[in-house]
């Protein structure tokens, strides 16, 4: 069964403050691993999607990587409007276009 | 840009009532799936579709059914709502096939089952 789980569950930081968020997953062999932004009462946005080990990709203060067990996101110089909640999730061969998500990581940023 | 829309951004509804949520998307993408979502529990897929008329379930399909009757539009049904089904009901819709796989949300409905 594939398994997604992050860390921490929920994370302040001081704006400017940079850190990272933590996504581990189990999956037999990884066709994608997608990051989003969530934010209070509305859906999930897309923000990443990671297909190899290695691979980073970027978006203004956020920036994505993934290995073969975990991926990050980190955030550079955090501003209040970064503060969501940030979810991964992982989807598998074989199983169509399922995504397996994590329960995800609420950031708060402070001024 | 990809839109997902939801019919009603809240909903309360009495023990044992049907309920129907609909979503349209304008994509004209193939796949179309259901999702709740609780505190602490994450994301959990309901249903799913790949094409129009057909259906497969995904992890919690019990207490629910689907209906895709025409390829931009996916409806969940509660056939009798319990206070279990209280829960954010989220849809989503993407293309099949490689990177264009993505799948893209709409806003949410709120359902309260009183």
């Known amino acids: 069964e594939d398994q997604v789980t992050q860390s921490p569950e929920a994370l302040r930081l001081q704006e400017g403050e940079s850190s990272s968020l933590n996504c581990s997953y189990t999956?037999?062999?990884?066709?994608?691993l997608f990051w989003y932004r969530q934010d209070p009462g509305k859906g999930p946005e897309f923000l990443f999607t990671?297909?190899?080990a290695g691979e980073e990709k970027e978006k203004e203060r956020l920036k994505a990587t993934l290995t073969k067990k975990e991926s990050f996101l980190h955030i550079t110089a955090p501003k209040p409007e970064d503060s969501a909640t940030y979810l991964c999730?992982?989807?598998?061969?074989?199983?169509?276009?399922?995504?397996?998500f994590g329960t995800g990581t609420q950031l708060k940023v402070e001024l | 840009d990809v839109k997902v829309t939801q019919s009603s951004r809240y909903l309360v509804k009495r023990t044992g009532e049907k309920v129907f949520l609909e979503c349209v998307q304008d994509?004209?993408?193939?796949?179309m799936f259901w999702y709740r979502q609780d505190p602490g529990l994450g994301l959990r897929l309901i249903y799913f579709?790949?094409?129009?008329?057909?259906?497969e379930k995904g992890d919690i399909p019990e207490g629910y059914s689907v209906s895709r009757e025409k390829k931009e539009r996916f409806s969940l049904i509660l056939e009798s709502a319990s206070t279990n089904q209280t829960s954010m009901y989220l849809c989503?819709?993407?293309?099949?096939?490689?990177?264009?796989?993505?799948?893209?949300f709409g806003p949410g409905t709120r359902l309260l089952v009183l």
């Open positions: 990671l297909y190899s």
């Open positions: 579709s790949y094409d129009v008329k057909m259906k």
């Open positions: 989503a819709s993407s293309f099949s096939g490689g990177a264009r796989e993505t799948q893209y």
């Open positions: 999730a992982v989807q598998a061969p074989g199983g169509g276009n399922k995504l397996t």
């Open positions: 994509m004209d993408h193939e796949n």
């Open positions: 999956v037999s062999g990884l066709r994608g």
